[in-house]
């Protein structure tokens, strides 16, 4: 039998776990050695080169050319040693991936003497020519080439491959006329709002010891795994990272046995040596479990500093992805791979911590006491109120619109949860002001109900929540595990910043009209949660109930992402980005364009793959049956049995033509459809009729086959099941 399918279950019945050489009994004697860390640093740079490294991390400092050349020669010393032959610069560009482009240290000198060089020049800048990254048309109306530039705050690495190792330094990634072509520069500019807002807000009424502060986040990773044989079965795995056909198992996660089970040897070993592999890139893995769905898991690392925490999910992926393949595996990061259960999310947990080592979203035992915490927690209520649809614009994309908004996911309406406890505190707090007889003027004189101790742990937890609160966090779960985080966090630092500085302004002025500066703090928080407090959800955000009533309260649920997208070219997004330097209006059209573009891109290749789908493996198949069916029903015929022996057939064999007509149908009409979208001559216009018109085809021609799926004799199945890929290990 050559059908791929068989082979492959053969295959994987012979497979074995591939045992993994544990580096040392004690993970810290393996952590970070791939990392030019400051520690490392000390040994191999000067002193002022290493103290010019440590300011730019800690202070944002521009390191001199001269500097530059020591650190470089520092950094090569040490990659050579560790065996590396080549650097690259590494960066992320809008296709959502990194990017590496590898030059060998090793020059053939002048005088005869191949050396291995490395300058500061190499290291604080490069010209990839990388042309054919999205650039929104940036470098159309401009210039062709794209510069990626040093990012001192996170540390040089070295990549292990089979056949080599090298050096990757993280860079931003720009235009020759400065314009941002990728995820990182503009999330240092966020990242640099907020800590400028918070320090001020935090200087000025709480603290005058913060002179810094910094995002932090922790980002949980959910992904699924199957057997390679089978992911090289299926086509649309191969190119589109999902599964567009397959009918669901008897059995799905309706047992709920496989959260938090126990996991599986050979995918245990996969994990072992994943997460070896992140520990020596520095990357913090704290915890590994199974997940809701069937072959479904998920990891997540320590918090760390937003922008190396960035940089390190980045980093995992690649990694997992690599790994994986060693262990026979594929690792898929798709949101929605398999229709019917779960998709997969990567959760961004997200807070603000200062130089004094204070959380600022801790809210600590007597929270209403707490008018610090009370004052970023209600203002980055605000900001996710304020700018919910930007929000919802930062996770869009074809992928992840399965897991918000479409038939069996969660809605796309932006909510925030924030429990029980906080929702009385912040319920108390708002109306302590309108109770008559009370001192309104006065924090001090709060009603303070003795609020019961907040235990900062997992019991008040709201699974359906896009944003939610947990703890001392902020968990923005709504963002796609395929997902680059930067395009949310550079929306989420950006509004909270934006939030606090007109905080900071409405409650200056009122402190200069002489009210006491917790008065005044009081007041102005109390006036926010009155206008924002409808965003906070408590209930379901899964059911029908809440659908109908968040558009009574008037938030949105945005469906698709092309419509989603407006959200980052409306009137109230470029003010906000452009006003506090984020994002120019020329980046932002761009950006935007990109995004649409690869909408349509996803959609366009789905559907072509659906098309082959049907044509080579789907209606073959069904026809092979039916003639099975058909040679049977003439060979009965000819014995001259009666009717009634082959009627069941008969009527299976008008079953299979009616299904195979209709795929063969729609499949027509929706490359028809893809004609008329691609001469739209308008990428928003062609994105909307990818969404609206070609789309929906699939889930007719999905329908279809799956039916047939479940007629036709499995033998002549050519696409590996869902019950295989998802239980066979
Ligand atoms: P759960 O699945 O229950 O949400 P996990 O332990 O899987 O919990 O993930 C929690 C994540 O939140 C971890 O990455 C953790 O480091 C991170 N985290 C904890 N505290 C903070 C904080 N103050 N700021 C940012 N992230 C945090
Ligand atoms: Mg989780």
């Known amino acids: 039998m050559s059908i791929l399918r068989f082979k492959a279950i053969e295959i994987i019945g012979q497979r074995k776990p591939i045992p993994v050489q544990v580096p040392s009994e004690k993970t810290s004697n393996f952590y970070g050695i791939n990392v030019f860390s400051t520690q490392i640093m000390r040994n191999y740079l000067t002193k002022d080169a290493y103290e010019a490294v440590v300011k730019a991390i800690q202070s944002g400092d521009t390191i001199d050319r001269k500097l530059a050349d020591q650190v470089a020669n520092g950094m090569k010393h040490w990659a050579l040693s560790k065996g590396a032959s080549h650097y690259t610069h590494w960066f992320q560009p809008l296709t959502g991936t990194t990017a590496e482009k590898h030059d060998s240290f090793f020059e053939p000198a002048e005088n005869g003497q191949p050396i291995e060089k490395f300058s500061g020049g190499a290291l604080v800048q490069q010209e990839p020519d990388a042309s054919s990254f999205p650039s929104g048309g940036i470098r159309n109306t401009f210039e062709a080439r794209g510069y990626t530039a040093w990012d001192p705050s996170s540390p040089a690495f070295i990549m292990e491959n089979t056949s080599g190792k090298t050096l990757c330094i993280p860079t931003i990634f720009v235009s020759y006329t400065g314009e941002a072509l990728d995820y990182k520069a503009p999330l240092l500019k966020a990242l640099h709002l907020l800590e400028t807002a918070v320090v001020d807000v935090c200087s000025s009424y709480f603290d005058k010891k913060v002179t810094k502060s910094h995002a932090s986040l922790g980002i949980e990773q959910e992904y699924f795994l199957i057997d390679s044989a089978f992911f090289w079965a299926r086509p649309d795995l191969i190119l589109t990272g999902r599964t567009l056909v397959g009918h669901q198992t008897a059995k799905g996660q309706q047992l709920e046995d496989h959260y938090f089970g126990s996991i599986p040897e050979r995918v245990y070993q996969y994990m072992l040596e994943s997460e070896i592999e ?25 918090f760390e500093e937003a922008n190396l925490a960035v940089d390190h999910n980045q980093l995992l992926m690649d990694v997992m992805e690599k790994v994986a393949k060693k262990h026979n595996f594929e690792v898929l990061f798709h949101e929605k791979p398999f229709a019917g259960i779960n998709g997969s999310g990567k959760h961004n947990n997200w807070s603000m911590i200062t130089n004094t080592g204070v959380n600022l979203l801790s809210p600590g035992s007597t929270p209403m006491n707490n008018l610090q915490f009370l004052t970023f927690f209600i203002n980055v209520i605000k900001a996710v109120y304020e700018h919910a649809d930007l929000l919802r614009a930062s996770i869009a994309t074809a992928a992840n619109d399965h897991r918000l908004g479409a038939n069996e996911a969660p809605p796309a309406i932006m909510s925030i949860f924030i429990g029980s406890q906080l929702s009385d505190v912040l319920r108390d707090f708002e109306n302590n002001s309108a109770k008559p ?85 009081a007041e102005v928080l109390r006036q926010y949660l009155k206008t924002s407090k409808k965003i906070c959800f408590e209930g379901n955000g899964y059911s029908d109930e809440w659908v ?182």
């Open 278 to 302: 992140a520990l020596k890139l520095g990357i913090p893995l704290k915890t590994r479990h199974n997940e809701v769905a069937p072959s479904q898991f998920e990891c997540a690392p320590m």
């Open 437 to 521: 007889g009370k001192d309104s003027h006065s924090v001090g004189s709060i009603n303070i109900k003795k609020i019961p101790e907040i235990l900062l742990d997992n019991t008040d937890r709201n699974r359906t929540s896009p944003f939610a609160f947990t703890g001392n966090k902020f968990e923005f779960r709504a963002v796609g595990s395929s997902a680059n985080s930067s395009s949310a966090l550079i929306v989420l630092n950006t509004i909270v910043a934006d939030q606090l500085k007109k905080f900071k302004t409405e409650t200056d002025a009122l402190i200069k009209k002489g009210k006491k500066v917790e008065v005044a703090i």
């Open 548 to 729: 109908k009533e968040a558009a009574k309260r008037g938030l949105n649920n945005i469906k698709t992402t092309p419509l989603a997208l407006d959200a980052y070219v409306s009137k109230k997004t470029q003010d906000l980005f452009i006003k506090n330097g984020i994002f120019s209006d020329i980046e932002l059209e761009a950006r935007h364009e990109i995004m649409l573009e690869q909408y349509v891109k996803k959609i366009q290749i789905e559907s072509r793959v659906m098309g082959e789908l049907a044509h080579s493996h789907i209606v073959p198949a069904a026809l092979n049956y039916q003639k099975k069916l058909s040679d049977n029903v003439v060979n009965l015929k000819s014995l001259g049995m009666s009717k009634k022996t082959y009627q069941t057939q008969l009527n299976l064999i008008t079953e299979i033509g009616e299904h195979v007509s209709i795929i063969m149908e729609k499949v027509e009409a929706m490359v028809e459809e893809r004609k008329k979208a691609n001469n739209l001559g308008d990428t928003h216009k062609t994105a909307l009729a990818y969404c609206n018109k070609v789309k929906p085809h699939f889930d007719t021609i999905r329908y279809h086959s799956d039916k047939l799926e479940l007629i036709v004799e499995d033998e002549l199945w050519q696409l590996p099941k869902y019950r295989e890929m998802l239980f066979v290990k």
